[in-house]
């Protein structure tokens, strides 16, 4: 979790149109994932029953990150992460209905105490339109988001999740590739640290020890502990950003922790 919440202050400061940061970034995880998989003599054999679900997964998964770079760039870091943390709650209300598991009523009760969390870090989702833009595209991005993991939920069980993050990547900066002859790239090459980091560290690492945990828990209990996320995010933007929160962020933050930390207790029991 703390390797994916780079995501919210490297897509505020990658100065690149957002495309061609998201294309760069799966096409340099790719080139990770695969020296990895390769170096850990992981296959890449993928049943032909399962391809079009890995494939569907890969699509989900670039809308996700596109829709979740705009909103951060039409608001700032805490609204654009805190809107897209609404996936705890949509996951919990589609997992249900698409894995046919029972529904748990805890799992609405801590989804709703996120909410009343989001609600006080980001309380001016209103403030203008810009922001009302990025609070629609943070939800959008949260509905693919919870699709997808619901989607790779059962296959995460049968494959590596570095070989499942390598087709992900892969299909996804196959998709984008022809970005780079769209928008003027001159900028690129002084955003290669950035781009970088949120290759090796968001990416590559990050989403994979994610797709791992697959393995322990279910999508809903995952995307609750991950509610952390908004956490570290912020003070990843205090250190570099200089974003100081408010007493309200420190308040909405408490009530996401205090779901992580229930939600971690019932796993454990």
């Known amino acids: ?5 780079t995501s919210g202050a490297l897509g505020r400061y990658v100065q690149l149109p957002v495309p061609v940061t998201i294309a760069s970034r799966a096409g340099l995880a790719f080139l990770f994932l695969m020296l990895y998989c390769k170096w850990k003599k992981i296959s890449f054999h993928i049943e032909k029953r399962d391809r079009p679900v890995l494939f569907l997964g890969g699509i989900l998964m670039g809308v996700h990150w596109l829709t979740y770079f705009y909103a951060l760039q039409f608001s700032n870091v805490a609204i654009g992460m805190l809107s897209m943390f609404t996936y705890p709650i949509i996951t919990a209300l589609l ?3 698409i894995l046919k598991t029972s529904f748990q009523r805890i799992h609405f009760v801590l989804g709703l105490l996120v909410l009343g ?3 006080l870090l980001a309380p001016d989702f209103d403030s203008g339109n810009s922001h009302i ?4 595209l943070g939800v959008f991005s949260a509905v693919a988001y919870a699709l997808r993991n619901i989607i790779l939920k059962s296959r995460a069980a049968h494959y590596n999740g570095s070989m499942m993050m390598t087709y992900q990547t892969g299909i996804v900066g196959f998709i984008l590739a022809p970005v780079f002859f769209m928008y003027n790239i001159e900028a ?3 955003q290669w640290p950035a781009l970088l980091t949120l290759a090796l560290f968001t990416t590559a690492i990050g989403h994979t020890l994610f797709l791992n945990c697959f ?3 279910s999508i809903t209990t995952v995307s609750i502990l991950s509610s952390i996320q908004p956490i570290y995010g912020i003070l990843i933007g205090i250190v570099f950003l200089s974003e100081i929160p408010s007493w309200t962020t420190v308040m909405g933050g408490i009530l996401i922790l205090s779901s992580v930390v229930i939600e971690s207790v019932r796993s454990y029991k």
Do not use: Q, T, W
């Open 1 to 5: 979790m703390l390797f994916i919440s």
């Open 95 to 97: 997992e249900p209905l």
């Open 117 to 119: 969390g989001i609600y």
């Open 133 to 136: 833009i990025a609070v629609g």
């Open 188 to 190: 690129i090459s002084d």
């Open 215 to 217: 393995k322990h828990f």
